[in-house]
């Protein structure tokens, strides 16, 4: 038996269209943004979904409500928040470009007392020295273990969201059932890191569109082949 699994992003929000952090902070859809929630939709409309997750946020339950009104076989949602995006401490609902020089000479010094840029290496250390002065943003978003003031760390994120996979790939073998997933850009990245077989680097470098979703496959053996398969080999 081939259970399946449809991951997406919610679609981009009023902060995503002003490039502000989001994080925790609630953001709605925007027109495009139900546009893009109707195209995943649109593409999962045929799909049979049994079970169907979102976060407590409002962006991730309007996009999950798109998806479902082709789904009267959808007779459990649940929220958990170990699928929620990132927590971007105190950097949330500051806009991209209003992150000036200043402000990441400060983040830069509470990092180093806190002796967070010690304890990175490899790929993280190289692109924080090579990109402090230049791009803050690009570290925040591009560094695995380094968090923002108060934040999380993408290890931090895939922390949960791997916990989150491992009850999740229980329900479906017990109840064995179809699950529909509305998450958010930076807790994607994990997923897709676990299920793709991506390295770190990887999935540092993945970008999760707002109107495409991602299809898994859970195997679970066929209990009534396993059953008759049995009956067999008795009998012989």
Known sequence: MKLKIYLFRHGQTYFNKNHVFTGHKNSKLTEQGYKDAKEIANALKNKKINIAFHSHLTRSKQTLKEILKYHPECKKIIEDDKIIERDYGELSGIPHKKLLQKKGEEIYKTLVKSKTIQKMTGFDKAHAIEMFGQDYRQIMRRSYKAPPPKGESIQDVE???????????????????????????????????????????????????????????????????????KQSSEKN
């Open 159 to 229: 922390k949960r969201v791997n916990s989150f996979i491992k009850n999740l790939i229980k329900l479906m073998k017990k109840e064995k059932v179809n699950v529909a997933i509305s998450a958010h850009g930076n807790s994607m990245r994990p997923f897709r890191k676990y299920f793709e077989k991506l390295s770190i680097k990887e999935m540092m470098k993945l970008e999760n569109p707002w109107d495409k979703h991602f299809e898994y496959t859970i195997n679970v053996p066929d209990e009534n082949k396993s059953s008759k398969t």
